[in-house]
């Protein structure tokens, strides 16, 4: 059955202790695998999307890369406005229209 | 602000009653999905509609349903409510139906005592 795991469930990090979030995933013929924020009581908010092993995609200091097996979600010297919960997802079924999500990353940068 | 419009905010209500979600998608999008989401579940998908037709169904329980109308806005119906029904209600869009790069609305808490 295809999936994604994230780990850890939560992460806590003083202001500027860079650190990464993980996503391993088992899914036979990745149509993309997605990163998204998402705040307390908010909607998920896109981030990034990786296709293929090696590709890496910054934002701030956010960079998602990917590998064969899994996905890291790199923060350089975090702040607090970093806090939030991160997801990565994978389409999955038939004509690949299904966005299905991890469990997710709490993630709380402390000042 | 994504652009993507949920009402209500927040809904309470009581065990067996129904009650309707409404979601405008972004100008311009065609395809509307929907998500439920709670403590234990994450978020589950439920349903996703294109241009008026339904596309791919999750975990939709029976006594949940969707419609897209012809002006593109959404509407999921949720009836004979159990206490297990209380989340959060997501509904997202995009312009095509296969893409990964979702847009979010705020989100519908339904709270069913």
């Known amino acids: 059955e295809d999936q994604v795991t994230q780990s850890p469930e939560a992460l806590r990090l003083q202001e500027g202790e860079s650190s990464s979030l993980n996503c391993s995933y088992t899914?036979?013929?990745?149509?993309?695998l997605f990163w998204y924020r998402q705040d307390p009581g908010k909607g998920p908010e896109f981030l990034f999307t990786l296709y293929s092993a090696g590709e890496e995609k910054e934002k701030e200091r956010l960079k998602a890369t990917l590998t064969k097996k899994e996905s890291f979600l790199h923060i350089t010297a975090p702040k607090p406005e970093d806090s939030a919960t991160y997801l990565c997802?994978?389409?999955?079924?038939?004509?690949?229209?299904?966005?299905?999500f991890g469990q997710g990353t709490r993630l709380t940068i402390n000042p | 602000d994504s652009g993507v419009t949920q009402t209500p905010k927040h809904l309470i209500t009581a065990t067996g009653q129904r009650v309707t979600l409404r979601c405008s998608p972004r100008s311009g999008d065609l395809s509307v999905y929907w998500y439920q989401q709670s403590l234990d579940q994450g978020l589950q998908f439920l349903i996703q509609y294109y241009n008026g037709e339904e596309r791919a169904k999750g975990n939709i329980l029976e006594r949940f349903s969707a419609q897209q109308f012809p002006d593109l806005h959404s509407e999921l119906n949720l009836s004979s409510l159990e206490l297990g029904d209380s989340a959060l209600y997501f509904c997202?869009?995009?312009?095509?139906?296969?893409?990964?790069?979702?847009?979010f609305g705020e989100g519908s808490r339904l709270t069913v005592l």
């Open positions: 997202a869009s995009s312009t095509s139906g296969v893409t990964g790069e979702l847009f």
């Open positions: 997802a994978h389409l999955e079924g038939e004509g690949a229209q299904k966005l299905v």
């Open positions: 899914v036979s013929g990745l149509r993309g």
